[in-house]
């Protein structure tokens, strides 16, 4: 039914998707999503993986989790972390990936805002869970979102963090996001 609702919606609003790899590259990685800037990818991105089907996570606020709307958020795959205090979240997502098959979304900008360079984490999180690190993006312009090319596990391994970096930065060059003035295309 989720994925009826979802071909419906997406076609509505115009949207299409597109698969840049075989679809089971979703069912078990880190799933870098960028540019961030709009809540509305979030719920692009979840009606691209009802309509196939795959299970997806987000690390988000636990106030998120424990409002009254936290079922609805826990629903969508939100996995609330209490950030005032120091986690050891590399592990916590290591653990996860043991018990479950899902992707984890991250947004190393970390916010909807300008930021000068990304985060690290999502690379420690891929590298240390031996997952791989899979693309994912919504252009505004095109109305279309680009999902599943892989960066494997192998690669992770051999190449240099830099290298996989500008790999990113120089496939992200091609996304329109909705507000491009919040988005750096120099993420390192």
Same mark, same amino acid.
């Given at each position: 039914?989720?994925?009826?609702?979802?071909?419906?919606?997406?076609?509505?609003?115009?949207?299409?998707?597109?698969?840049?790899?075989?679809?089971?590259?979703?069912?078990?990685?880190?799933?870098?999503?960028?540019?961030?800037?709009?809540?509305?990818?979030?719920?692009?991105?979840?009606?691209?993986?009802?309509? @196939?089907?795959? %299970?997806?996570?987000?690390? &988000?606020?636990?106030?998120?989790? *424990?409002?009254?709307?936290?079922? /609805?958020? #826990?629903?969508?795959?939100?996995?609330?972390?209490?950030?005032?205090?120091?986690?050891?979240?590399?592990?916590?997502?290591?653990?996860?990936?043991?018990?479950?098959?899902?992707?984890?979304?991250?947004?190393?900008?970390?916010?909807?805002?300008?930021?000068?360079?990304?985060?690290?984490?999502?690379?420690?999180?891929? @590298?240390?869970? %031996?997952?791989?690190?899979? &693309?994912?993006?919504?252009?505004? *312009?095109?109305?279309?979102?680009? /999902?599943? #090319?892989?960066?494997?596990?192998?690669?992770?391994?051999?190449?240099?963090?830099?290298?996989?970096?500008?790999?990113?930065?120089?496939?992200?060059?091609?996304?329109?996001?909705?507000?491009?003035?919040?988005?750096?295309?120099?993420?390192?």
């Amino acid at each position: 039914m989720k994925k009826i609702i979802a071909q419906f919606v997406l076609w509505i609003w115009g949207w299409k998707i597109v698969l840049e790899g075989p679809a089971s590259n979703l069912e078990r990685c880190v799933l870098v999503v960028a540019p961030h800037t709009a809540n509305e990818e979030y719920i692009l991105g979840n009606l691209a993986y009802w309509v @196939l089907g795959k %299970k997806l996570k987000v690390i &988000i606020k636990d106030a998120h989790t *424990k409002a009254w709307y936290g079922f /609805l958020i #826990k629903g969508l795959g939100g996995i609330g972390i209490d950030r005032s205090q120091r986690n050891d979240l590399i592990n916590f997502v290591k653990r996860e990936f043991h018990k479950d098959n899902f992707s984890l979304v991250i947004t190393p900008e970390g916010t909807r805002s300008w930021v000068p360079k990304w985060r690290k984490g999502f690379y420690h999180m891929a @590298l240390e869970s %031996k997952v791989p690190i899979v &693309i994912a993006a919504g252009d505004f *312009k095109e109305k279309t979102m680009y /999902l599943g #090319k892989k960066i494997s596990v192998e690669e992770l391994e051999t190449r240099s963090y830099e290298s996989i970096m500008q790999e990113l930065q120089d496939y992200f060059q091609k996304i329109t996001p909705k507000y491009p003035e919040k988005w750096n295309p120099k993420i390192f």
